[in-house]
């Protein structure tokens, strides 16, 4: 489910503090949703299964990166799906289960950032 900015912010207020002392570096399965910091900035990134397809969202939280937000998917069996860009402020995506079963969503805040794992 994607989240509207009011509720986003809602929860990014709400937990931005609590979060920051339990978040693990990377995501150990699919629906780690949290609050990364990286080097371009901070972004939300959330994935999981809405009981009909796989989905994932990155929206930025702060920084100043002027690239594009972009997603992917990693497989159980350890394939990438092909890289899908969205615009610099946030990115959405879903993939039916006939591709086979997901393990992570992949997110990039910018271009040049590192993936991050949900």
Known sequence: MKLGIRARAG???ATTGFMIALLPSQASALGDNRIVYR???SNYVASGFNGTN???QTDR???TCAGRFSLNFEMSDG???ARTYYNRY???RTISPTFGNVAYG???GCD???VTKT
């Open 11 to 13: 929860v990014i207020l």
């Open 39 to 41: 080097s371009c900035g």
């Open 54 to 56: 796989y989905w994932a």
């Open 61 to 63: 939280v702060s920084g």
């Open 79 to 81: 394939r990438w799906m």
């Open 90 to 92: 946030s990115a959405y």
């Open 106 to 108: 992949l997110h990039w």
């Open 112 to 114: 040049n950032c590192n």
